[in-house]
């Protein structure tokens, strides 16, 4: 169950107990062997004896096999008090992350037992599940058991005095977390004529006059914000069932675009042979009567800056460039994610928790040659595309397609894929293989160091099954990087192939030439500013290395301030150590900053290296002293940090100073 993957979840070991699994990768019994939490079973104390056939591959056989949320498949908007409803064995409902899952059937199955998750049942178990297991890719193993969004409501009367204000979200400042709008409001526009629209996670039926409507026909008051983000919902619902039922479309389908469609050839200014012309995201106005209270359903609310997002485009006889004006400094290629398929051009604009997209239908022909760039501040994005006729004029940039103009919180966004092809394959360990994969001819992204992509595979028996996977840089050597990273080309993903996994022996078949399915990366996940501390210590076991590398090397280029670094790194034996030469080599470049201590636990005759398992004696005299600009980050399997945090909470470490992958 290692952690090559950020929120190892699936890949199984059969016949292999836990204390054997932690014995291999040198995580000392937890509990101990003789401690009272072994009494009765010699399990450990997340751990319970599971029915025969209650298997963690038999529960993906059953969700694969039918739904399970008991909703029929329609997803709904759950209040708090419809979840609280749902608590007692037999009918358990609980919400991570702002999403409803019926667990019923999967008591069962839970590792720790039917006890530990009614512990969340009927509520919000979002800060159990992160507290017990957050790396766990819980949104693929409950897919068939999801009910639909938590919904919260926020009550605001925009410009009263005494007004409850909407807190902004927590704003990234540190290592490569892309930069979120700073200044945040709720919108304050004219309430314009009002529609109906049905209200299930569907999309709307059209009536005879071409207006949105449901099935019960009663009028919704829609307030579509000016930055094409989603419509928001202001109805008061008229009874206590009514509000259980009436939900808000998260994706509706708006019959008029937000923004009239790109200018004819009569509209486009020319000068100099180059034509010009500019799309305007403006703020809303204010309320017309600002007595007015709003009931507002929060998880359909965009965020809108007060600074307007815009965008402009440009032609040459060549080129045609896109310019995004964001107002906010500091913007890099991690921000980016590019996508062009035919003349479908998407760009998506990754800005803290919310992304923000140019989403269109080009007027003509471009190639895949796609060039990125920054103004100097950071604050403006430039896309060249080059264009296939050379020397035809564009009368306008094209048409706008459903995400264009669009904040949304990222959180809402679906997760895309992308067909891409294995351009190599190369044997790290035995049982561990870097593959080069190719994106798309018109697809560009940058990973930030530490944050991972998923992989889809179809498995036999299965059907579809997602991963997450972290992308390492090609080499520890920066000389060695190639190209195709720095455009935003390529990735290497590091896997190891557990024989008796469900997806990792089918990725471990892949051969260049071959299609592997590659998801955008998790711009949810926020690491601790790496920037802000002077020591930083990594403990990680088997592949929970792969963060390692993109980390470490771009903490060690930076030159405006040095940080220290220690890696232990944790094994079973000396075959497992991943990438062995060059971590030695790195540390001899950076003797002064980087020091890499390899632990085995199974070390045999020749090793003279230090051995054990992860336990305060083994880490003590080189782990850096607890304290405000100090940083531990743990990543392993389950068992590994577990030990790992307790070891780090002896030695004194607070909460705010280790961070568990």
């Not at 449901?214 to 419509?231: A, F, K, L, W």
């Not at 564009?394 to 351009?423: F, H, I, N, Q, T």
Request: glycine fraction near 8%; aromatic fraction near 6%; charge should be negative.
């Amino acid at each position: 169950m290692g952690c090559g993957r950020v929120g190892c979840a699936i890949t199984t070991v059969t016949n292999t107990t836990n204390d054997e699994m932690s014995g291999n990768l040198g995580v000392p019994a937890f509990p101990a062997l003789a401690s009272p939490q072994r009494a009765g079973g010699g399990k450990s104390r997340n751990k319970v004896a599971l029915k025969p056939g209650r298997s963690l591959m038999d529960w993906i056989r059953l969700s694969k096999s039918k739904d399970l949320s008991g909703t029929g498949g329609r997803l709904q908007n759950v209040t708090p008090e419809e979840l609280a409803k749902h608590d007692k064995e037999g009918d358990v409902w609980t919400a991570i992350r702002g999403k409803v899952y019926n667990v019923t059937a999967y008591a069962e199955y839970h590792p720790g037992g039917a006890d530990e998750l009614m512990r969340a049942a009927g509520k919000d178990g979002t800060d159990l599940f992160n507290e017990v297991h957050r790396w766990v890719n819980y949104e693929s193993m409950l897919e068939s058991c999801l009910v639909g969004r938590l919904r919260t409501t926020l009550h605001a009367a925009p410009n009263s005095a005494g007004a409850p204000k909407r807190k902004p979200p927590k704003v990234q400042t540190g290592f490569l977390k892309p930069p979120l709008p700073s200044t945040l409001k709720l919108p304050q526009a004219p309430l314009p004529s009002t529609s109906s629209v049905e209200n299930t996670g569907r999309k709307p039926s059209t009536s005879s006059e071409g207006k949105l409507g449901n099935s019960s026909e009663r009028p919704v008051t829609m307030i579509q914000d000016n930055t094409g983000g989603i419509p928001v919902t202001i109805a008061a619902p008229e009874t206590a069932q009514d509000e259980c039922d009436t939900v808000d479309n998260p994706w509706p389908i708006n019959p008029k675009p937000s923004k009239a469609p790109f200018p004819d050839a009569a509209s486009v200014q020319e000068k100099d042979s180059i034509s010009h012309e500019s799309v305007t995201v403006s703020p809303p106005e204010a309320a017309p009567n600002e007595e007015d209270a709003m009931d507002i359903s929060v998880n359909a609310v965009p965020t809108v800056t007060r600074e307007a997002l815009r965008y402009d485009w440009f032609q040459s006889d060549k080129h045609v460039t896109i310019v995004v004006y964001t107002k906010r400094k500091g913007l890099t290629r991690e921000n980016v994610i590019l996508d062009k398929i035919g003349r479908e051009f998407q760009l998506c604009l990754i800005l803290g928790e919310q992304q923000y997209s140019v989403h269109v239908e080009l007027e003509g022909e471009v190639t895949d040659k796609i060039n990125v760039s920054f103004g100097a501040s950071g604050s403006k994005l430039d896309v060249k595309l080059t264009k296939v006729d050379a020397g035809r004029k564009w009368a306008g940039l094209g048409s706008p397609l459903d995400m264009d103009g669009r904040l949304v919180s990222a959180g809402d966004c679906v997760r895309k894929y992308r067909a891409c092809l294995v351009e190599s394959r190369t044997e790290v360990t035995h049982d561990t293989v870097l593959f080069c994969v190719r994106l798309p001819p018109g697809s560009r992204m940058w990973v930030p160091a530490g944050h991972h992509v998923y992989v889809c595979g179809e498995v036999s028996g299965f059907g579809q099954v997602e991963r997450p996977y972290t992308p390492v840089p090609s080499s520890l050597s920066p000389a060695q990087v190639g190209p195709g990273e720095e455009q935003g080309v390529v990735l290497y993903l590091m896997i190891k192939v557990y024989t008796q996994g469900a997806l990792t022996p089918v990725l471990g078949a892949l051969q260049p030439g071959d299609r592997l399915d590659v998801s955008d990366y998790d711009t949810t996940l926020a690491l601790p500013p790496l920037v802000n501390f002077t020591s930083i210590a990594f403990l990680v076991a088997g592949t929970g290395f792969t963060p390692v590398p993109g980390l470490v090397t771009w903490l060690l280029s930076r030159d405006d301030r040095k940080v220290d670094i220690t890696v232990f790194f944790f094994n079973k034996q000396e075959r497992d150590v991943l990438w062995g030469e060059q971590l030695e080599e790195l540390e001899q470049r950076h003797a002064e900053r980087l020091k890499v201590i390899l632990v085995l636990s199974d070390p045999g005759g020749e090793w003279t290296g230090r051995t054990g398992r992860i336990r305060q004696e083994v880490v003590e005299n080189d782990l850096p002293a607890p304290g405000p600009v100090t940083m531990a980050m743990v990543c392993g399997p389950i068992q590994f940090n577990q030990a790992a945090v307790k070891v780090l909470q002896e030695m004194g470490y607070q909460d705010s100073m280790y961070y568990v992958f």
